[in-house]
C-alpha cells in the first residue's frame, strides 16, 4: 500500500493530468480557432479583482457573490509580506478571486477604452475561475471557462444569434452533440420589474407550499424561484404567469426577430420560460445549453445579453452578450460519451545498444524532434527486449533500433509496434518516411 500522501490538493480543486491535458489543449486550442474565425480575439485578465466590481455586475444577492467568492485583503504598504511573517491584513483593499469573467471584461473593457475601436469588440477569455461551491461530480472550486463576449453600439438579433451559432459551431467540432440548447428573453428595464412584481404577488399566494429557499427568493429574487428543482415545487411553478406574455413591444420583437434569426442559420433550440440564470445583469436574451452524461451539474454554457453593464460599471452606454462555457464539464461529457479524437502520442521510442550507438541516437532524435517526431530516448542503456517493453507501455508507435549493424551501415531499423512490421532506412528515408505519416499521407 502506497503510504497517504502528506500534501493533496485543497478540496474542489484538481490536478489535471496527461493524457487529458492533450484533451483540454485540443478543445482549447479548437475554441481558439472557431473563435478567430468569427473574428474574435484572447483578452488576458487579471485572476483576481475589486471584490465590488464582482458585486456590482453579477449582484450582491446572488448566491455567487454572497457566498461563493473568496475573498481577501490585499496587504497594505505599511505592513510586511506574509513571508515575513505579517498576519493576513485588516486594512488593505478588499479583493476576491474571480467567479466568472464577464465583470474584469468590462471593467478592462472601460479602463483602456476599447469602445474607440472600430467596429464591435469582440473578445474572448481562457483560464480558471473559482466559486466555493459544495463540490461535486462537475462542479468545482476551481474550474475552467472559455468565456467569449461582444460589446458595442447595437444590440442588433443578428448579434445574439452569431454568437449563439459560434457555440454550436464549436459544440459539433469537439463532438459534444447530445446537447439542447435553452433560450429565453427575460425583458428588460422597462418590462421586467412588473413581471417580476406580478410574479411575487402570486408566489406570494402559495408561499405555505414553497421550500424555505424559494419563500426567501420571493423577497430577495422572484425570479429564482423558476431555477428550482425542488419536485414539490414544479406543480406550482408551472401554473405562474409567464414573462412571455408581458414582454414590452421591444422585448417582443427583439426576440421574435432573433428567432427568425436563428432559424436562418439552421440552428435548433428549445424555448424556455423558466430560465432566468443566476447572474443580475442580463436583460432580453438568456440561453443556456446542458448536455447528456453528466448528472445533475449538466449545464455546460450559459450566457445571455447584458446592456447597461458598462454604464453600470461607470463607462459609457454600451450594448453586450456573450457567453461562457465549463470546460471541465464539457469535456467530462465528451469523455462520457466516448466520442474522442485521435490526439497525437510519443511516435517513436529510440532503442539503442551499445556505447558506440549513442552519438548516433541522439543526432537522430535531434533531428527527429526538430521535423516535428515526439520522440524517447533513454539516457541509459537498456538491454533490448526491456527496451522494447517500454516502448509498448509508453504507447510508442515506433521503436527506432539502433545497433552497431545499423551504425556500421548507416541505417535504422524501424519497428512498428502494432503489428511488428519492420524495415531497414537510410536517415534520409527514414525522415521523409515519419513526416509523411505525420501528414497523413501513409497508413
Ligand atoms: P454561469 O452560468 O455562471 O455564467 O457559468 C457558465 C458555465 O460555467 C456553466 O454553465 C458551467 O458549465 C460552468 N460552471 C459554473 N460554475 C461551475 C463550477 N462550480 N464547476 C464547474 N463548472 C462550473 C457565467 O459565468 C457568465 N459569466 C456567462 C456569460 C458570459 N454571460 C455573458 N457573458
Known amino acids: 500500500m502506497p503510504e497517504k500522501p502528506q500534501f493533496r490538493a485543497i478540496k474542489g480543486t484538481r490536478d489535471i493530468l496527461p493524457p487529458d491535458t492533450a484533451l483540454w489543449n485540443w478543445f482549447e486550442h479548437t475554441a481558439r480557432e472557431i473563435f478567430e474565425s468569427y473574428n474574435f480575439r484572447e483578452i488576458r485578465l487579471p485572476i483576481f479583482e475589486q471584490t465590488d466590481l464582482f458585486a456590482r455586475s453579477v449582484g450582491s444577492d446572488t448566491d455567487i457573490v454572497s457566498k461563493e467568492m473568496f475573498t481577501f485583503r490585499l ?41 474607440a ?98 419563500q426567501r427568493r420571493i423577497e430577495t429574487n422572484p425570479l429564482r424561484v423558476l431555477d428550482s428543482k425542488l419536485s414539490q415545487e414544479q406543480e406550482i411553478i408551472a401554473k405562474l404567469p409567464r414573462i412571455s406574455d408581458h414582454l414590452c413591444a421591444g422585448c417582443r420583437e427583439h426576440f421574435a426577430r432573433l428567432k427568425d434569426e436563428l432559424k436562418l442559420r439552421g440552428i435548433v433550440y428549445e424555448e424556455n420560460w423558466r430560465l432566468v440564470r443566476g447572474l443580475d445583469y442580463y436583460t432580453r436574451t438568456t440561453f443556456e445549453v446542458i448536455a447528456e452524461g453528466l ?62 550507438t549513442y552519438a548516433a541516437a541522439l543526432a537522430i532524435a535531434r533531428k527527429l524532434r526538430e521535423s516535428g517526431v515526439s520522440v524517447e530516448l533513454p539516457g541509459e542503456e537498456m538491454k533490448f527486449k526491456k527496451s522494447l517493453n517500454l516502448a509498448d507501455k509508453l504507447g510508442a508507435r515506433y521503436a527506432l533500433i539502433i545497433g552497431s549493424d545499423e551504425v556500421a551501415s548507416c541505417t535504422f531499423t524501424l519497428k512498428r509496434l502494432a503489428d511488428a512490421d519492420q524495415r531497414k532506412l537510410s536517415e534520409y528515408e527514414l525522415l521523409e518516411y515519419l513526416e509523411s505519416e505525420k501528414r497523413g499521407t501513409r497508413g
Not at 78 to 105: F, N
Not at 334 to 351: H, K, M, R, T, Y
Open 117 to 214: 475601436l472600430p467596429g464591435n469588440v469582440k473578445l474572448y477569455c481562457i483560464g480558471p475561475m473559482f466559486r466555493r461551491e459544495r463540490p461535486q461530480k462537475g462542479r468545482y472550486r476551481q474550474f475552467y471557462q472559455l468565456n467569449a463576449e461582444i460589446l458595442g453600439q447595437s444590440d442588433a438579433p443578428a448579434i445574439d444569434a452569431e454568437v449563439l451559432e459560434m457555440l454550436v459551431v464549436f459544440f459539433k467540432h469537439v463532438g459534444l452533440t447530445r446537447t439542447t440548447l435553452y433560450l429565453n428573453s427575460i425583458g428588460d428595464k422597462n418590462c421586467r420589474p412588473q413581471y417580476v412584481e406580478l410574479l411575487r404577488q402570486e408566489l406570494l399566494k402559495v408561499k405555505d407550499q414553497l421550500g424555505p429557499d424559494s
Open 75 to 115: 496587504p497594505d504598504g505599511s505592513e510586511r509580506l506574509a513571508t515575513e511573517g505579517a498576519s493576513s491584513s485588516q486594512t488593505g483593499e478588499q479583493v476576491s478571486l474571480r467567479p466568472e469573467a464577464t465583470a474584469s471584461t468590462m471593467r478592462a473593457y472601460i479602463e483602456h477604452n476599447l469602445q
Open 295 to 356: 448528472g445533475s451539474q449538466n449545464a455546460v454554457c450559459g450566457g445571455g445579453r447584458y446592456d447597461g453593464l458598462v454604464e453600470l460599471l461607470g463607462g459609457p452606454p454600451t450594448k453586450g452578450i456573450g457567453f461562457a462555457i465549463g470546460s471541465d464539464r464539457a469535456i467530462l461529457s465528451i469523455q462520457e460519451s466516448g466520442n474522442l479524437p485521435v490526439l497525437p502520442g510519443l511516435d517513436v521510442f529510440v532503442a539503442w545498444m551499445g556505447e558506440p
